[in-house]
């Protein structure tokens, strides 16, 4: 079993920047890919981010491709999302996920994933 536990989310102004953090624990998840994704209220889970186990290979959404970068450091068993000149549309949710192997790339299905932390929420403020 995994737990998730996402952190760094807040209110932040448009054109702003944010880190949010994804602690997990339970087992070592070294060889699982780790995913970000948000959803809005009424609407479905939106994938964001995802990156490989050993940081080789990162997927992003058309939307935040160039301004969020995906980033995770394996010996601490965390996962990070630095998000920049964050947009109101931005706004959500945002909750880190655990794929484990085998998988089928690219990891973008929300269905796909194993485990799943409570979420953090961002506010961009226009």
């Known amino acids: 079993q995994v737990h998730l536990v996402e952190s760094g989310g807040g209110l932040i102004q448009d054109g702003g920047s944010l880190r949010l953090s994804c602690a997990a624990s339970g087992r070592t998840i070294s060889r699982s890919i780790m995913g970000w994704f948000r959803q809005v209220p009424g609407k479905e889970r939106e994938f964001a981010a995802a990156?490989?186990?050993?940081?080789?290979?990162?997927w992003y959404a058309d939307s935040v491709k160039g301004r969020f970068t995906v980033s995770r450091d394996t010996a601490k068993n965390a996962m990070y999302l630095q998000m920049n000149s964050l947009k109101p549309e931005d706004t959500a949710v945002y909750s880190c996920a655990v794929l484990d192997p085998p998988y089928r790339l690219p990891p973008l299905e929300a269905d796909s994933y194993d485990y799943w932390g409570q979420g953090t929420r961002v506010i961009v403020s226009s």
């Open positions: 990156i490989s186990w050993r940081s080789s290979s990162t």
